[in-house]
T-cell receptor, first 113, second 115 residues
């Protein structure tokens, strides 16, 4: 079955880089996603990576995918107070045209001034 | 566009009561879903729909019913509320694009407490 795991908490000093890690179990994933949840709000898509890529960069965000180890990471450069949130990784698997999304437990990122 | 809207934002129920959580989207998305979010457990899929008239069960469907009579609306019904259903509920929608990534758009959530 599908299982997506993340550490629950991460604290980082303002200005440092944050690295949030995720492991998944289903090797047939098509896309992997990172969603951000700010306090009291729903989730918003931050970035995604197609399963045949190993890296994607988007401004301060770098996504690394290691398919062999089923490991996904999100690096946020120059972390700011506005980056405080819960970050969820999610894997999607296509099944007869339907896409099933499985979310991880979420990592709460706290920024230390 | 309003995006995905959910009502109510907060609700307190007594054990055994029933209620309906409303969800609507104005983006003409085919796919809609309901999740519950519990501490340390991430989001778990309750029910989903790939179009009007079509619904299916997710990971944790027991105690919940859904229907999809229109593309826009996807209400979630709690038949007889139990304290284990205390959670934050999120509705989401997305287009269905074969072979492409599908961004899910989330509503702001409904925080439900069952006493």
């Amino acid at each position: 079955g599908e299982d997506v795991e993340q550490s629950l908490f991460l604290s980082v000093r303002e200005g440092d880089s944050s690295v949030i890690n995720c492991t998944y179990t289903d090797s047939s994933s098509t896309y992997l996603y990172w969603y951000k949840q700010e306090p009291g709000a729903g989730l918003q898509l931050l970035t995604y990576i197609f399963s045949n890529m190993d890296m994607k960069q988007d401004q301060r965000l770098t996504v690394l995918l290691n398919k062999k180890d089923k490991h996904l990471s999100l690096r946020i450069a120059d972390t700011q107070t506005g980056d405080s949130a819960i970050y969820f990784c999610a894997e999607s698997i296509s099944n007869f045209g339907n896409e099933k999304l499985t979310f991880g437990t979420g990592t709460r990122l706290t920024i230390i001034p | 566009n309003a995006g995905v809207t959910q009502t109510p934002k907060f609700q307190v129920l007594k054990t055994g009561q029933s209620m309906t959580l409303q969800c609507a989207q104005d983006m003409n998305h085919e796919y809609m879903s309901w999740y519950r979010q519990d501490p340390g457990m991430g989001l778990r899929l309750i029910h989903y729909s790939v179009g009007a008239g079509i619904t299916d069960q997710g990971e944790v469907p027991n105690g919940y019913n859904v229907s999809r009579s229109t593309t826009e609306d996807f209400p979630l019904r709690l038949l007889s509320a139990a304290p284990s259903q205390t959670s934050v509920y999120f509705c989401a929608s997305s287009p269905v694009l074969a072979g492409a990534y599908n961004e899910q758009f989330f509503g702001p959530g409904t925080r439900l407490t069952v006493l």
